[in-house]
């Protein structure tokens, strides 16, 4: 029988090999013998490994099912940076069900978590999808000001970013916000 790690590494495989069957099945074995042994940081990291699979294939009540609960157990071992990824998962998840404030309000919370981290490019990743669901939500200037904090996190942008950016700092400073 394969060991947590020899089913991580076939997990990793599988998924970039693009057999995500295979790669959540690899994860699940993976956390379930983890947790068996009482490894409960490690069994909630390969349950965000199902989650990013599953997500890969938009089977997105399985991913959901998969992240629940792990933001908590990261807490609780003081694991901010895989608690923050955690909530950025679930938010993601719920995205994909189409809870939009659920999703929204999650984003908000791991935008928070990854703050003192420093994890600039997952921050800046994280406002950028809460721009796009403040727009679906109604809220167009906070969608701006997101859009804006997550373009101003990143240290490299493509041309369209850059061109973004630009209009975005300018609409901003027409309305007399800094």
Not at 48 to 57: D, K
Not at 62 to 70: D, I, K, R
Not at 99 to 105: F, G, M, S, V
Not at 152 to 160: D, F, H, I, Y
């Amino acid at each position: 029988m394969a060991t947590a790690p020899e089913l991580k590494e076939q997990g990793l495989k599988y998924y970039r090999a693009e057999r995500f069957d295979e790669a959540a099945g690899a994860f699940a074995q993976a956390a379930q013998l983890l947790e068996a042994a009482g490894n409960l940081g490690d069994a909630a990291e390969m349950r965000n490994n199902v989650c990013v699979v599953r997500m890969a294939q938009e089977k997105w009540v399985e991913a959901l099912n998969a992240v629940q609960g792990t933001p908590e157990i990261f807490k609780q071992l003081n694991d901010a940076l895989r608690e923050a990824q955690a909530v950025a998962n679930l938010a993601a998840a719920h995205e994909g069900l189409g809870n939009i404030q659920e999703a929204a309000d999650l984003y908000l919370r791991a935008i928070d978590l990854f703050g003192p981290l420093g994890e600039k490019e997952t921050r800046s990743a994280c406002y950028k999808k809460l721009s796009g669901l403040q727009v679906k939500l109604g809220k167009q200037l906070e969608a701006l000001h997101s859009m804006r904090s997550g373009l101003n996190l990143s240290s490299e942008l493509t041309a369209q970013e850059k061109m973004l950016k630009e209009t975005i700092d300018k609409a901003m400073k027409m309305m007399g916000m800094p």
